[in-house]
């Protein structure tokens, strides 16, 4: 079984511990993605909303300690994907390899230089806003637009080839972002607003107009994102958001984006060898194992294989 992850906050969790990505704490560590035939994991560092620049304790302290440290510690449980190359090895790789990605656009603090350092730096996703405003867009928490410096990031964002995440962004935004957009975007940890009727879930109408694109959504398994207020969000409850989606005509766009370690998440798929219960529910349900693969790793990898060629 081969897993690609859209987003995780793991490795910001294990900065701010002083943990290592190994850590049996971490609802994602890296013994127990060695069972996987490939495992291949965008890992987030987040950047807070009042937070602007690159900051050494917001950016490049995490940074380096994928770098420097957790690379140079995982005793060959965790690869760097850097490239087309690296990424296809990856797919026949045993257990881990990672993939950098921001969650908070205040990390440009309004320059169109700090894309390029961002992407010099591997940084291969950026989630535009998080819950707030900031000098690209607005936040589901606020009322913001989308700039006119934000635009001028997403075409510098298309042309260095770091994909435009739209999850977090209020609903004006998100359309606003997909009027913009010349490329494919995507939802890195989204789910169904019609199911789960929460602000950072995606109506139809977006779910589609990012299927168009060519882009991604990727399941996201925070409680409240999955079931409503009293009710269980269990693996049945996971299962309807991508039915949905599925019956949207999102073969070809689903995929998974747990918000490991920076959600509160239910115990029935708190841990990645959890994965196989949800995995196995959905062929259960009558969904056959060709679109299950796609959606637990052939949507995402063919994205990022096409990013990282450059073709997007």
Same mark, same amino acid.
């Given at each position: 079984m081969r897993v690609f992850d859209l987003h995780c906050d793991t490795l910001t969790l294990c900065?701010?511990? /002083?943990?290592t990505l190994d850590n049996g704490q971490n609802h994602l560590h890296l013994?127990?993605?060695q069972d996987f035939d490939s495992y291949v994991q965008l890992y987030a560092i987040f950047i807070p909303d009042e937070i602007r620049g690159l900051?050494?304790?917001n950016f490049f302290s995490i940074h380096n300690v994928?770098?420097?440290r957790q690379l140079a510690e995982s005793e060959g449980k965790l690869r760097d994907i850097h490239s087309?190359?690296?990424l296809a090895q990856a797919a026949e790789h045993r257990g881990m390899s990672g993939i950098l990605a921001v969650e908070g656009g205040s990390v440009l603090h309004g320059s169109l230089d700090m894309v390029t350092v961002l992407a010099n730096a591997g940084v291969r996703s950026l989630t535009l806003t998080w819950n707030g405003n900031n000098e690209i867009a607005g936040g589901v928490g606020d009322d913001g637009r989308l700039t006119g410096f934000g635009k001028e990031a997403i075409r510098e964002m298309e042309r260095l080839h770091i994909a435009v995440d739209v999850s977090h962004l209020n609903d004006q935004s998100f359309w606003e972002v997909l009027e913009t957009a010349e490329k494919p975007v995507i939802a890195t940890h989204s789910n169904a607003r019609s199911v789960c009727p929460h602000r950072r879930n995606l109506t139809d109408e977006m779910f589609t107009a990012i299927a168009e694109k060519g882009g !991604?959504?990727?399941l996201n398994f925070a409680r409240d994102f999955i079931a409503p207020a009293g009710e269980t969000a269990n693996l049945p409850a996971m299962a309807r958001h991508l039915e949905h989606f599925l019956e949207l005509? /999102?073969?070809d766009t689903l995929a998974i984006g747990s918000d490991y370690d920076g959600a509160d998440i239910d115990e029935c798929i708190d841990r990645p060898q959890k994965l196989k219960k949800l995995y196995q529910t959905l !062929?259960?349900? =009558?969904? =056959?194992?060709?679109?299950?693969d796609k959606i637990f790793f052939g949507n995402a990898f063919r994205f990022f294989s096409r990013l990282y060629a450059g073709e997007l």
């Open positions: 900065k701010r511990k /002083g943990w013994s127990d993605a900051q050494a304790e994928f770098y420097r087309a190359k690296t !991604l959504v990727g005509g /999102g073969e !062929l259960d349900d =009558g969904i =056959g194992q060709q679109t299950v």
